[in-house]
Structures are given as C-alpha cells and as structure tokens.
T-cell receptor
Framework: GEDVEQSLFLSVREGDSSVINCTYTDSSSTYLYWYKQEPGAGLQLLTYIFSNMDMKQDQRLTVLLNKKDKHLSLRIADTQTGDSAIYFCAEIYGGSQGNLIFGKGTKLSVKP | ETGVTQTPRHLVMGMTNKKSLKCEQHLGHNAMYWYKQSAKKPLELMFVYSLEERVENNSVPSRFSPECPNSSHLFLHLHTLQPEDSALYLC???????????FGPGTRLTVL
C-alpha cells in the first residue's frame, strides 16, 4: 500500500539548520505537505508544495522535492527552541481530496 | 470562536461505555474529517464527509460511528471500544474540492 517514511528523531543546536527528510510512494501525488505538531496541540499546516515544483521557500522554511526519487525535505534555517515539535510529512493518496497519508512524524529537539 | 474546535480534549472510558466526540468548525468549510493518531502508527484517516454525506470510510470498525448533522458539526460516537483504540482523535475541515485541511487540537482518548 501507499507509504510515507520519515526518520523518527532529529536533534540540533539552536541557530543551526534542521533538515527533515521524507520519502513517499504514490507517484500521482499532486500536493505534498509538512505539518507541525506542538505538545498538546493539533496539527498545524506549515507549508506545502505542488508536484510540478522543485523548491518552495517561505521565510525560514525551504521545501525541496525530488519527484524522480520521491523524496521530500524540509529545511528550517536558524532553528529556534520554539521549533521543537513533531513534523509530519503527508501526501495526497490517489489524487483524492481528503485522503492524506501521513508519515509517523519526526521529533525535532532543539538544544540551547 | 474561530477555527476547528474539539470537545472533550481528554476522555477516559471503560470498554462498556458509550461516549461521543464532538468537532465544530467556524470556517465555512463543507468537508470534515476524522483521523486517528496512535503512538505506533502513522496518522490514519477514518472518515470523510463532504456536504454532510460520507464519502470515505477506510474500513473502520463499527464500534466507531460518525455523524455529520450539518456542515459545521461532526461527531464520532464510540461504543464497546478496546484498549488499543486509545489514541489522539483529530478532526479536520477543508473547503470542498480544496487540498488544504485545517486541524483541531484533538481529543486524547484512553480506553481502560
């Protein structure tokens, strides 16, 4: 079946860049998403990228998409302690609105 | 109140109890979703409603029963649950035909 894979943990120092990686399987995915979940909160949509794009930049966030390898990454520049959270990669499965497939999430820990 | 709200935020129930989770959105969206997030699995889509009609049911056990009385409200009725049903249940909404989903804070359910 369709699958989204992420590494489970990432630890960085404050001020460094963080790179969270994700691989997906559905080649027909039209949108790919990054969600952030802080403790006690619901998922917050951070950013998304359309499948005909290679890169999208939004302030400190840079999303890179390699469609050939089905690889998605999220880079956070100048990582702050407030960026500590779980980051979920998600793809639209089968082109159907609403059928999002999520990875298990990468827990980002930012150390002072 | 704006956004997507969920009540209760925390729920503890026995296996013989009947309870309901409530989701409400004030965004004017007409598609709503139930997701399950457990520690051992990626986020799972349970139900999708579009214009108050169920359009997706991902083989969810019948002990979970959704109800969408109008486009602003979504319920998840629970009965005879199992301990493995303990998880965070997330509600989301989106404009019909749009890709972006907005999530509520979730209900943390514990089944004893």
């Amino acid at each position: 079946g369709e699958d989204v894979e992420q590494s489970l943990f990432l630890s960085v120092r404050e001020g460094d860049s963080s790179v969270i990686n994700c691989t997906y399987t559905d080649s027909s995915s039209t949108y790919l998403y990054w969600y952030k979940q802080e403790p006690g909160a619901g998922l917050q949509l951070l950013t998304y990228i359309f499948s005909n794009m290679d890169m999208k930049q939004d302030q400190r966030l840079t999303v890179l998409l390699n469609k050939k390898d089905k690889h998605l990454s999220l880079r956070i520049a100048d990582t702050q302690t407030g960026d500590s959270a779980i980051y979920f990669c998600a793809e639209i499965y089968g082109g159907s609105q609403g059928n999002l497939i999520f990875g298990k999430g990468t827990k980002l820990s930012v150390k002072p | 109140e704006t956004g997507v709200t969920q009540t209760p935020r925390h729920l503890v129930m026995g296996m013989t109890n009947k309870k309901s989770l409530k989701c409400e959105q004030h965004l004017g969206h007409n598609a709503m979703y139930w997701y399950k997030q457990s520690a051992k699995k990626p986020l799972e889509l349970m139900f999708v409603y579009s214009l108050e009609e169920r359009v997706e049911n991902n083989s969810v056990p019948s002990r979970f029963s959704p109800e969408c009385p109008n486009s602003s409200h979504l319920f998840l009725h629970l009965h005879t649950l199992q301990p493995e049903d303990s998880a965070l249940y997330l509600c989301a909404s989106s404009p019909d035909g749009a890709w972006e989903q907005f999530f509520g804070p979730g209900t943390r359910l514990t089944v004893l």
